[in-house]
């Protein structure tokens, strides 16, 4: 990997060549503040309670001085570290980024969380593994049910912890942490930092290391003038979203972001195919490359440049209009220097955001940062995009009536008259005017989606908020509907165990899911009407505290 000359590299922090080997093959080219700041003491075996939005790289910086302890290629079963957080969505990120920085270690590393087959994570704990990534609600059922052997525990990682607290886990992760070593490191990172969260920490943490990535603030004045766009899109769909953003705002030139030198080089072989004129630029290429690219960007032979966020640092490019974040940045404080490339000496400019449906809490962090609103669209539909292509044809073709000089083309239009009506003619004509842009006709409708509902405080599942008796409210997302739970007191159920329960099968969150009733052999349970029949059908295929439980829509008053 390159050693980039103003600041930290994964090298300097000491990590082991197989580490360094899979994030230079990843294309990562300096660690983020919070990386920076988090290994050395994890390597070194100490607790630590960080707090830091999502999105400031938190993964890679508990990832890695996991992996960097761990014995090569290890045989032993019983796992060594455990990842405990709150959705199956996360759960799958994290475990992903297990395997790709730990791949040359041999690293078994197995997400559990509910919605998938538990024979095979069964299977998978008998085989053996070295790190466990896992939800509350499923990590304990495995406890339950002896599958899950927490004894040869060094680290445990409690990641988004605020939000676990918020969906009901509060006893279940005391109750998990309780079957871990008392010998154990023990790792907490949280967005937040509420009391009964630092009390929690207070029991379980030994003398941490405490670590806030503090946030910049732009200076008083330098606002720039930018138009700030954020557009919710399916990771999946991304490549096609940034396409079809980028035909309706026709840049001017633009500069488009990317985490990894990999994606840099993916995303601009894409563009390329689109018909863009994109050129690459990372760590990873040589001075003189590096300078080549600025002149063409500069020269107006590309319009668009992937880079990463190192290779662009410094970069003024007076012809930008338009800065795009493929990805959320990986902390607040980059999206301020980012957008601050446009918007320069009175001109406007556009920061354009593609945010995961689960990023709603790190934008609006962004948001507090900036200092300015971002407002959230979705992705332009087919007919959005067929409708700018046709003002822009418009645009051109009053361009050229303006300009004159259209005598030499009079005999052909008479000629036609002859034949046909003059409008036809015009017609024609805007048809090869349009058709002669090369545009390429996108039919493929992009998926609409939306963040994950946030009504500021989330319900928590654990708090005397949810009353017996009270009346089904509509949600943000719409009506609710009321299910019935044939388990109650008498089976020990609280509303933490219905909130893991449907968390852990679904795609719903804490906040999602509304009143509950505790009686003495069922419960109520309120969620979002659109989702109760999948509700339903999660609930009645897992056990709650280890029972199957009767479900279906409560017959009483809706």
């Given at each position: ?108 590393v197995l997400p559990v969380y509910g919605g998938a087959p538990i024979v095979r994570q069964l299977r998978s704990l008998e085989s053996g593994v070295d790190v466990v990534v896992a939800t509350p609600g499923r990590a304990l059922d495995l406890l339950n049910r002896g599958s899950l052997d927490l004894g040869d525990v060094a680290t445990v990682v409690l990641d988004e912890a605020d939000e676990m607290l918020d969906m009901g886990f509060a006893e279940d992760l005391e109750a998990i942490l309780d079957e871990t070593p008392e010998t154990r490191q023990t ?55 940034l396409g079809r953003v980028l035909d309706i705002e026709a840049p001017t030139a633009a500069i488009v972001f990317c985490r990894t030198r990999e994606e840099v080089d993916s995303l601009t072989e894409t563009l390329n195919g689109r018909g863009y004129r994109a050129e690459a630029l990372h760590g990873g290429m040589s001075q003189e490359q590096r300078d080549r690219v600025m002149g063409r960007l500069r020269g107006g032979t590309a319009d668009l440049l992937v880079a990463t966020d190192v290779a662009a640092r410094g970069l003024d490019i007076e012809q ?239």
């Amino acid at each position: 990997m390159t050693d980039d000359q103003d600041g930290v590299t994964f090298e300097r922090l000491g990590l082991r060549p197989e580490l360094l080997g899979a994030l230079g093959a990843l294309g990562y080219e300096e660690p983020t503040p919070i990386q920076q700041e988090a290994i050395p003491p994890l390597v070194e075996g100490r607790d630590l309670l960080g707090q830091a939005a999502t999105g400031t790289g938190k993964t890679a910086a508990f990832a890695l001085p996991v992996l960097e302890r761990l014995t090569a290629h290890r045989r032993e079963k019983a796992p060594v570290a455990l990842v405990l957080l709150p959705t199956r969505e996360l759960a799958v990120q994290v475990s992903e980024a297990f395997h790709r920085y730990g791949k040359d270690l041999g690293a078994r590393v197995l997400p559990v969380y509910g919605g998938a087959p538990i024979v095979r994570q069964l299977r998978s704990l008998e085989s053996g593994v070295d790190v466990v990534v896992a939800t509350p609600g499923r990590a304990l059922d495995l406890l339950n049910r002896g599958s899950l052997d927490l004894g040869d525990v060094a680290t445990v990682v409690l990641d988004e912890a605020d939000e676990m607290l918020d969906m009901g886990f509060a006893e279940d992760l005391e109750a998990i942490l309780d079957e871990t070593p008392e010998t154990r490191q023990t790792v907490l990172f949280s967005a937040t930092m509420p009391r009964r969260l630092d009390s929690l920490a207070r029991r379980h943490l030994r003398d941490p290391v405490r670590i806030t990535i503090a946030k910049e603030q732009a200076a008083a004045g330098e606002a720039p003038r930018v138009r700030q766009t954020a557009y919710v899109v399916p990771r999946a769909a991304k490549p096609a979203a940034l396409g079809r953003v980028l035909d309706i705002e026709a840049p001017t030139a633009a500069i488009v972001f990317c985490r990894t030198r990999e994606e840099v080089d993916s995303l601009t072989e894409t563009l390329n195919g689109r018909g863009y004129r994109a050129e690459a630029l990372h760590g990873g290429m040589s001075q003189e490359q590096r300078d080549r690219v600025m002149g063409r960007l500069r020269g107006g032979t590309a319009d668009l440049l992937v880079a990463t966020d190192v290779a662009a640092r410094g970069l003024d490019i007076e012809q930008l209009t338009h800065v795009v974040n493929y990805d959320v940045p990986s902390a607040p404080e980059s999206y301020v220097h980012r957008i601050g490339r446009v918007g320069r000496a009175g001109r406007e400019g556009v920061a354009i955001t593609l945010a995961e449906p689960r990023e709603h809490r790190m934008l609006k962090t962004i948001e507090r940062v900036a200092g300015a609103p971002i407002s959230v669209q979705t992705v332009p539909t087919v007919a959005d995009l067929r409708a700018r292509r046709l003002d822009l044809t418009r645009a051109s073709l009053r361009e050229t009536l303006l300009d004159g000089d259209l005598d030499g083309f009079r005999v052909v239009v008479e000629s036609l008259a002859d034949e046909f009506d003059l409008v036809e003619v015009a017609l024609a004509a805007v048809k090869l005017a349009h058709e002669a842009g090369g545009a390429v006709e996108d039919d493929e409708e992009i998926p609409q989606v939306s963040f994950r509902p946030d009504s500021g405080k989330a319900p928590r599942a654990g708090n005397g908020g949810r009353d017996a008796g009270a009346r089904p409210r509509r949600s943000a997302g719409g009506p609710a509907a009321r299910l019935f739970v044939g388990l109650g007191r008498e089976a020990g159920i609280r509303p933490g165990d219905l909130v893991g329960a449907i968390t852990g099968e679904t795609g719903l969150t804490g906040r999602d899911i509304g009143a509950i009733e505790i009686h003495q052999r069922f419960a109520l349970v309120e969620v979002p009407a659109p989702a109760a029949d999948e509700v339903i059908r999660a609930l009645k295929a897992t056990m709650i505290k280890g029972r199957k439980a009767t479900v279906r829509r409560d017959k009483g008053p809706a």
